[in-house]
């Protein structure tokens, strides 16, 4: 899941830096991710897992690092 979590994140999530380098818990918004892009992640998000986000997620907490986001993708996944 991680990989293509940081294949979206290279592709439209506007950081400064390969999504592939990062560990797991690194801030993606010291990275460059800012709220209008994580819009976009999300909509790739949901359409590459087939996940749709509620209103309860749409935190910058989620959207903090490649785990918050594995995690909340997973829950999303039951």
């Known amino acids: 899941m991680e990989e293509r ?21 690194d801030n993606l918004f010291a990275k460059g991710l800012t709220s209008f892009s994580t819009v976009t992640v999300m909509l790739a998000l949901e359409e590459e897992f087939e996940v749709s986000f509620p209103d309860t997620l749409l935190t910058r907490e989620t959207f903090t690092s490649i785990t918050s986001l594995s995690n909340a993708i997973r829950g999303l996944q039951g």
């Open 5 to 25: 979590l940081c294949s979206i994140l290279n592709e439209v999530g506007g950081l400064t830096v390969d999504a592939g380098t990062l560990g797991p818990t």
